[in-house]
């Protein structure tokens, strides 16, 4: 083989979320875009806020020098000041701009936080039903992610989580609001979680490292809060973007952030500034970087994900769709009326509905539907959901 | 040890050029900005030329809806079409856009080919002296670089290449015009080592690619050309950015082709497709990708280089300094007067001159001076390059 040996194997299985993405394509393309319902991909349709429409402009009416070179490898240091005032806020602990490195988005925070902690073999603990790309995140550096199974209400099970800490273990890496279930993970729950791995910690004779993932964390509905990370166990690193509450991500900026009282972070983030730096990204787009350091705080009108999300899930629960309601993010994760879900996206294929097996996420038995889509895709979609539900049930 | 082993082990004999870079705004700190000559970070100090800035801000005032949302991971069709089209140009060679990917800069790009291309333990071959982070990027994939030397005179020793190749060699990497030498490989050359990989690819029995890492390819003296590559070897993938011509090193932008002949083009662009998806790239920055796409073949004034390359090279060969004039790039790598090249590089910084060491190229015995400054950096700095060369000559 011409590729390396690996890259050819997860080809060959490649995402389902990617998948149906082309699938949409094709369909599309036969059938006019109009007529087919794609709630495949978490690709925010909302237009970004006024205020980072503002800040683009005035960024790029700024006519100082150097403004697109090289800053140093974490970003721009006010930048960095901003966003770790922000989160002094968002976490109820004091930040400084040392512990912040601006990314290349959430994805490019997770590579180079994994980069910097995983040594070959080691092993990553993470619930599903969960992003599936965090199976490659941890393969890229040369670690191994352990899928443990979240409770049937998509809350953390933190005896499975337990159950599958080994010598090998380096980190449990957690995503709340959740995709695909849209769960928020309570402050209990996570001060346990702390707890065991504090615990844990000390019987493998090693830090165990909390990763939260929260791209979603100010896309919640009904009053609903994410529980800061940093309050609940020292040990803990967040990766986050703007992609989703900006509604920018083409735009490829995010950050990482370090507990403030982690015990190793001068290494954690020496080694991430590194890892940032060799992985290629260098660092976080100049000009992005610039622009959302002014608008920290700023999002979407999430009132309208809101309608949405009542939307399709009055109209699925009217067709005898089961499912948790979701708290946050912009995805629904119902239960498949017939056990095989691929089966069953391939029926609502049928009837132009895309949507992702929960398969692809470690769930299977369930479907995804990312509901950041128009609200007459929602509206229009129903008649299909209902018959391929009639069709099943 | 809390962060991976060769993160850790990394850190602590991590890049010249940035520990430089440090001691420069250590230095600069203690005795005034103007007071340091700083030539040691390839940070192009001349602004974007006026057609990058007119192009950004009619990208920004554009109000139509997901200009900055996700796009297919390998860029925007209309943007990957107007790179061919000017690589069509380049390359003499007909190119379509699917041959090409935009990626988070150059860097970006090596990581992606790398991590597409290599199993563990394969072997990349690389002329020395040559950039650092080759050998970072090539173990970020499980890979291992194998460094050769140049000739005397910088250019590409085949012979050395040729006995370098083993059952484990995947591609040779190759940097034209050369950071540090400024050197540019002759077509001559380069159809010689295509030949070699041709014939070596039959001895063991897999294709190696030719894989020419060309960000300075625009940054040109004397009516100097850099031969395009596809001409001279079908097995061959560019890498290169819009960092050093255009003066956007900051905001990461640049693309990869892949030679419309080579055997497995399919593959290796499948491949890349979902390497760069995966390492946390996902996709170029989209505001930046669709600038570059309408100044296709701008640069800023190379004229102003060649004016610092000759004030250069003109005031270090009065002083006794021995070197290879550079055909392009904005590097010059000339001889240190005593064999220890860091002990060199500790007696400029007592003047005030910040370069870096030889030997953080595989080319010890020699120090590189980045000439992407103000002119009076040079002028002024000349004393104490003079004053230093006097004391170990």
């Known amino acids: 083989m011409t590729i390396a040996n690996y890259i050819s194997q997860i080809l060959s299985r490649s995402s389902w979320i990617r998948r149906m993405f082309e699938e949409g394509t094709r369909l599309k393309a036969k059938h006019g875009a109009g007529n087919v319902y794609d709630f495949s991909l978490g690709n925010p349709n909302l237009e970004p806020p006024h205020e980072f429409k503002a800040a683009l402009q005035q960024a790029v009416m700024n006519s100082a020098a150097g403004l697109h070179a090289y800053m140093p490898n974490t970003g721009y240091p006010h930048v960095r000041q901003a966003v770790a005032d922000y989160l002094c806020q968002e976490q109820k602990m004091p930040l400084t701009a040392n512990e912040v490195i601006m990314t290349c988005g959430a994805a490019g925070a997770l590579n180079v936080i994994l980069k910097a902690l995983l040594d070959p073999g080691d092993e990553i603990i993470s619930p599903v039903p969960g992003f599936v790309e965090y199976t490659f995140y941890a393969g890229n550096h040369g670690g191994i992610l352990k ?179 979701p708290s946050g993010a912009f995805y629904l994760f119902p239960k498949t009326p017939l056990p095989d879900d691929v089966q069953f996206v391939q029926a609502l294929q049928e009837e132009l509905i895309l949507t992702v097996p929960g398969s692809g996420f470690g769930g299977p038995g369930y479907f995804r539907i990312a509901f950041c889509v128009d609200d007459s895709t929602i509206i229009n979609a129903m008649p299909g959901f209902k018959r391929v539900m009639e069709k099943y049930k």
Chains 1, 2 share one sequence.
């Not at 279930?181 to 791995?197: A, F």
């Not at 009904?222 to 900006?246: M, R």
Request: net charge positive; proline share 4%.
């Open 147 to 325: 899928t443990v199974p979240a409770r049937a209400d998509f809350t953390l099970d933190i005896g499975a989580i337990s159950a599958a800490v080994t010598a090998k273990t380096k980190a449990v890496l957690v995503n709340s609001p959740n995709n695909p279930t849209g769960q928020i993970y309570s402050e209990e729950s996570l001060v346990k979680l702390g707890m065991l791995l504090k615990n844990k910690g000390k019987e493998v004779g090693h830090t165990l490292y909390l990763i939260s993932d929260e791209p979603y964390r100010k896309i919640v509905y009904d009053g609903s809060k994410v529980p800061g990370i940093f309050k609940c166990y020292p040990e803990s690193i967040i990766a986050s973007s703007y992609s989703k509450d900006i509604s920018i991500a083409g735009e490829r900026i995010g950050f990482l952030a370090v507990n403030p009282q982690a015990a190793f972070k001068a290494e954690l983030l020496g080694g991430m500034a590194l890892a940032n730096r060799i992985l290629g990204f260098v660092n976080a787009p100049a000009l992005m970087q610039r622009v959302v350091a002014s608008i920290q705080g700023a999002s979407v009108d999430i009132s309208v994900y809101t309608r949405k999300r009542d939307l399709l899930c009055d109209g699925l629960a009217d067709c005898g769709y089961q499912f948790v309601k």
